[in-house]
């Protein structure tokens, strides 16, 4: 009963040191881990705990460890002296399995600096003013791109293209698309 204890508290210790590092939650704080999971410890010993869960979570991350290569790290650090036991191993690959994924995703939402698009709508309409008369009822396209970051409001951006520009757009397209065709077949 007490090993599964100890592995109930070693994973949520685990998924909140994910969930405050990883996935943003600044409710998570080592107050409300050691209170929660660890009210038996005196400060120093959570504090120790903590910091060796947090190295080893991190070097799994910063490795983005597969399967067999867990296995290897947490079998070494469980041989080393002041390392690891088998049931902390055993809990710790059990958390990369359920986490991996959705870390990796956040660490690469979090290292992007740019601006993605995250939406495009388009459609030709009918131009029904304009200085020239000549240009009345001629096609135009328009397209609104939704450009943004994850977790940050957007901006919209809204382009009108006449006929030539639409063409002119068309054929730097199939360049770019003959270029890539080009450098695939290269390799």
């Known amino acids: 009963m007490a090993d599964a204890e100890s592995a109930k508290s070693l994973s949520g210790l685990l998924n909140g040191i994910a969930q ?3 996935y943003g939650n600044k409710d998570i704080t080592e107050e409300l881990l050691k209170r929660e999971l660890y009210p038996d410890l005196s400060q120093d010993e959570f504090k120790a705990l903590l910091e060796k869960m947090v190295g080893l979570v991190k070097s799994i991350v910063s490795a983005d460890m597969d399967l067999n290569q867990i296995e290897a790290f947490l079998t070494a650090q469980s041989k080393k002296q002041g390392g690891i036991t088998a049931e902390q191993a055993a809990v710790l690959a059990k958390f990369w399995k359920n986490h991996k994924k959705k870390i990796r995703e956040s660490m690469i939402s979090q290292i992007k ?3 993605t698009l995250k939406g495009m709508k388009w459609r030709i309409d009918l131009k029904s003013q304009s200085r020239n008369a000549d240009q009345v009822n001629t ?3 328009i ?3 939704e450009i943004g970051k994850n977790g940050k409001e957007s901006e919209f951006l809204c382009l009108e293209f006449n006929e030539t520009r639409i063409n002119q757009m068309l054929k730097r397209l ?3 698309e ?3 065709c080009f450098k695939s077949l290269q390799t």
């Open 20 to 22: 405050s590092r990883y």
């Open 113 to 115: 600096w740019e601006n």
């Open 139 to 141: 096609p135009v396209a």
């Open 143 to 145: 397209v609104e791109m």
């Open 174 to 176: 199939a360049i770019i």
């Open 178 to 180: 003959a270029q890539q």
